[in-house]
């Protein structure tokens, strides 16, 4: 009896994971199909339509119960505009958990749709918004922040580094970046995986995170130590935090042959996989708070 009462808890365990798993996979869905709509037109940079998902992302950080501003700024000539969402409360320390939401938009009347690029991180942020701010009951509170600016030399995350820096104590950036395919595992016999550059640090504390969702984590960007340094020093929003003395993690599952062009659509993400990388992030950052 003992052994059948330790198999129905189990099974009855298994099944509830597996119905958090889908209702997140299906919250992802639903903020994709948003930010990749045609209406959208690609969401580049200084557009109306960006203008449109700043006003949406407002309105999410604002029902989750976050303390919601907007940093407006001009980069090229043109204004864009970071939406801060801050757990409400004074905390001794923060994390900013950021993804850049602007995106190629359109060119010569065709709309890229930047699903993977990076739709697919601000889909991440908004679910943890709702989700992890329960969880900073302590000494650290949550900085989600919505980056505007990307494609004009990642100026939003510049402009919040620079005003912000001296406001907030920032223990720790954590930049979604790219998250959602499954086109190029590091290592192809283990196809469930995330990149996470900046992380080594936190190794042990990633692997217990990873019980549940068992990805291959990996701490370089494919081997190498050139491309590694590349990607997490220069060519993601977590430049401007590392240069002024902030520790990082960018989390990506890389650059595919659909990154930044018109191929970049909801049908060439993988959205379990998306799911599991939310769910290993949301499950080591519960820890850090």
Known sequence: MKLISKIIVLFGLLCSISQLSWSRERELRDELAFLTDKQNKGRAFGSPELQSVSFYLYR???????????QSFAAGGKVGHNIIAVTPGWFKEYIVVGAYYDGVGEINGEVYPSADANASGVAVMLS?????????????????????????????AKSFVEQYKSIYNIKLMVNLDTMGSSLEPVNPRFP??????????????????????????????YGSSNFTNLFYRN????????????????FTSGITKHTNKSTDTMDNLDLPMLTKRLLLIETWLQHQL
């Open 128 to 156: 943890l918004a709702r989700s992890l701010p329960k969880h900073a009951d302590g000494a650290v509170g949550v900085i989600f922040l919505a980056m505007d600016g990307h494609s004009a030399s990642m100026s939003g």
């Open 235 to 250: 060519i993601s929003d977590q430049k401007w935090f590392l240069q002024a003395g902030i520790p990082a993690v960018m």
């Open 60 to 70: 999410q950080f604002k029902a989750a119960g976050l303390r919601t501003t907007v």
């Open 192 to 221: 469930n995986y995330i990149i996470a550059l900046g992380a080594s640090s936190y190794r042990f504390a990633l692997d217990n995170a990873n019980r549940q969702t068992r990805l291959d984590i990996n701490y370089d960007y």
